[in-house]
């Protein structure tokens, strides 16, 4: 794409590039083994002077896009190092490098948030030091304790529910992304529940083991639902 387009940056839906297209362009791509195609068009095209920004003469909306695409690139540079985005917002930790307090139970991760903005001075780049308290108890453990403590199936359940329904969750695979949990399923587990992979039905367990090396110890447990943009 940058040898059509030149130097661009995206974000979601949108990419910004430093000339103007002449026609629609078509690109083909592979996104976690599935074969993308990628349309800019052309007739979507807004036309922004970020130089007339910096010199405090241009449209408002020309001021917005210019501190988007300045996070925007903040975010990729953060992005190229060893340090990993937790959550949305441009927050990252030294993931591989905890602090560890086993008295308490808590590993604690540091890192950086930055964010371009405009002052009375102009443009000003802020950067501050951050801290995240993680527990070093997996979801599972907590699980098992609560079942340990149930009178019942059913108040196992409930107890459960009420203490991860709605509630965020760091993966410890991959890029430890964040999720929210919809709703915990207690009628399925890691064996049962399967879905479709490079063309194929897979497990849960299967499919740990096959992209993360992590193999399911627990087979029978309740699993998480949780939300990928419009799909549980």
Not at 90 to 117: E, H, T, Y
Not at 125 to 144: A, E, G, P, V, W
Not at 214 to 219: C, E, F, Q
């Amino acid at each position: 794409m940058e040898a059509a387009l030149g130097p661009f940056v995206c974000s979601g839906k949108s990419i910004y590039i430093l000339a103007e297209i002449e026609t629609s362009m078509q690109f083909k791509t592979v996104f976690r083994g599935q074969k993308l195609q990628i349309l800019i068009d052309k007739p979507s095209m807004v036309e922004v002077r970020l130089g007339d920004s910096v010199g405090g003469q241009a449209r408002q909306v020309d001021h917005a896009v210019m501190y988007q695409m300045l996070n925007i690139i903040i975010k990729q540079a953060f992005r190229e190092t060893s340090l990993k985005q937790v959550g949305r917002a441009p927050r990252f930790f030294d993931v591989k490098n905890p602090l560890i307090i086993k008295q308490a139970g808590l590993q604690i991760w540091s890192g950086f948030k930055a964010a371009a903005v405009q002052s009375k001075l102009g443009t000003m780049l802020c950067m501050d030091s951050i801290f995240k308290f993680m527990s070093t108890r997996s979801c599972l453990d907590r699980i098992d304790e609560l079942q340990r403590s149930a009178k019942n199936q059913h108040h196992w359940e409930q107890m459960v529910k009420l203490e991860y329904a709605g509630q965020a969750i760091i993966a410890n695979w991959g890029n430890r992304r964040t999720y929210i949990v919809t709703d915990i399923e207690f009628n399925s587990n890691p064996i049962k529940q399967t879905f479709e992979f490079h063309g194929q039905q897979v497990s849960v367990a299967d499919y740990f083991q096959q992209c993360y090396k992590m193999p399911v110890t627990k087979l029978k447990q309740p699993l998480f639902l949780i939300r990928n943009g419009d799909v549980d």
